[in-house]
């Protein structure tokens, strides 16, 4: 088994989401009321990750299958809901934190940034399935129109735990469970 916690997350491009991470915990105030608002966000962005990451083959073949007929970017869609939803349950400043310093960070950045790049390898490397693909398929609000491929190297895979693994969500999910007993304890470490 893959170690569950990968290099790549330790560079220094990604110091400054863990800064914000950081200071959001030590603003932290949670309640028994903001962990019951926040945590089905959590709860939804941790499920939309994991349907991604079980249905995505990188590189290889398009994948349209699960979330990916309906959004193109759920592993962001699922990172969005997190922050929404630890910026919820961390309550307070914590919350205006991740509303005033992630989401603009995210939208006005990090996401054109990775769309840009990721768009122009996928359509290089897949062509007019992948036009076909981005033109059909909304990047981060889901549509209900499930998209289907006209033929091509897009891919309908099964969802499967072994995928998952592979693209080292397990890794995530023990950070998204860190993240809510930390917070869970916060009250107990300020008192």
Do not use: Q
């Amino acid at each position: 088994m893959r170690h569950p916690f990968r290099r790549k997350n330790l560079s220094l491009r990604l110091l400054p989401a863990y800064a914000l991470a950081i200071a959001a915990f030590a603003l932290a105030r949670p309640t028994p009321l903001s962990f019951a608002l926040g945590s089905p966000l959590v709860a939804l962005g941790a499920a939309l990750r994991c349907w991604g990451a079980g249905h995505l083959v990188k590189n290889d073949l398009l994948s349209v299958a699960g979330p990916y007929a309906h959004l193109r970017h759920p592993l962001y869609a699922g990172t969005l809901c997190l922050a929404l939803g630890f910026g919820v349950i961390a309550d307070g400043w914590a919350l205006a934190l991740v509303v005033g310093g992630f989401l603009p960070v995210f939208f006005l950045y990090y996401f054109p940034y990775k769309e840009r790049i990721e768009s122009a390898r996928l359509e290089l490397r897949h062509g007019p399935d992948y036009v076909e693909y981005r033109d059909a398929v909304p990047a981060l609000l889901p549509s209900l129109a499930r998209f289907t491929p006209t033929a091509g190297s897009a891919t309908g895979e099964r969802w499967s735990f072994e995928r998952l693994r592979e693209n080292d969500e397990h890794g995530t999910l023990l950070g998204i469970g860190l993240a809510l007993v930390l917070l869970a304890l916060r009250p107990l470490l300020t008192s």
